[in-house]
């Protein structure tokens, strides 16, 4: 039975550079919290100085500087150095520092274009708060924007975004076992928990960039291939996960199917990932399920699930970079997997489209062209 509504969405490329710098940019943050981390959470000699915020931002290749909400400078890296007033003590130019302070006051975001001063180049900056529901406003983070493409910029704007949460998580919760009592081993354990989940999710963001990055990079490698047997591939990896949340995770798809013309391996990606997705969704003693179907010159495959279906709210921005609907925040995911998708699905010259209704489970489905 045909689910509706049904979306066709467009293509979207995201200019590969702007992706390799952001993503270079947060694994290198990834190390450096990593290392900065493991120095606080072991037991220091006595006198030892802990390391200084400076080396984190100092792993970023934007410019970047921490603002306490009164506008004092807290760190800032190296490339940031032209936002600095000339004359000591170290200090943000003017500008920076009211912008700075009124996003603090207004704890709204702020993303503008400035003049530093005379003789100094026009620069784009976004100020995001660094606080949550548990800690109280710890300062204005400062993230340098690249280029002026819309591309580049809106998708610096929604990493920042990403960056921002486990950053907060990872700093206040640092701070709690910096300060704790030795004998306080419930509150120890909890913030370093917290931490080690931050920092996961720090290392998906960063993986999905990559794999993103890699698609952008370079054109698939187009051959025959027989896409059951990659199907049933795609199926083995996720075999265990679909077991453990008591799903039952099915092939359809006839004995002699012709070859397609396709990449094998980022075409196992985007199944892997979609039925990935089904999976999380799908509550226990559901099913899943991957089908081939010959039609003329091609074959459609389809993933779809007997989960609770897709507000049609969230239909159109699917597969937006790093969009999650307010009912998947909880799971865990980038907000990638479904743009990596529609991105290996585009370079075999094909859209991919969803069919869903609440309570009445999603379709995914796409067309491959069978080889010549």
Known sequence: MMILPLLQLPSFSIPAGVILLLLVGLLLLAMALGGWLALRLRPLPPRQPAPRLENVLDALPLPAALVKPNGRLVAVNAEATPWLETQSPLRLVSPLTTLAQEVATSRKAETVQMSLGEGRPTVRVQASLLADEEHSLSGVLLLGQPGDSQAG????????????????????????????????????????????GETKRLARLVEDLLALS???????????????????????????????ADLTLTLDAPVGLP?????????????????????????????????????????????????????????????????????????????????????????????????SLPQQGTTFTFRLPVAR
């Open 153 to 196: 910029f809106n998708l610096t704007r929604l990493v920042a975004h990403e960056l921002r949460t486990p950053l907060t998580a990872i700093v206040g919760h640092a701070e709690i076992l910096e300060s704790c009592n030795p004998t306080d081993e419930a509150l120890w354990r909890r913030s370093r928990d917290f931490i080690a």
């Open 259 to 355: 070859r397609i013309q396709a990449d094998p391996d980022r075409i196992q990606q985007a199944l892997v990932n979609l039925l990935d997705n089904a999976i999380k969704y799908t509550p226990s003693g559901g099913t899943v399920t991957l089908q081939l179907t010959s039609e003329g010159g091609y074959i459609r495959v389809e993933v779809s699930d007997t989960g609770p279906g897709i507000p049609p709210a969230d239909l159109p921005h699917l597969f937006e970079p790093l969009y999650r609907a307010d009912s998947a925040r909880h799971r865990p995911g980038t907000g990638l997997g479904l743009t990596i998708v529609r991105a290996i699905v585009a370079q075999h010259g094909a859209s991919i489209s969803v069919a």
């Open 214 to 244: 890699r698609l952008e990079a370079s054109p698939p490698l187009l051959r025959p291939v027989n896409l059951r047997s990659v199907a049933e591939n795609a199926l083995a990896a996720l075999f265990d996960q679909a077991e453990a």
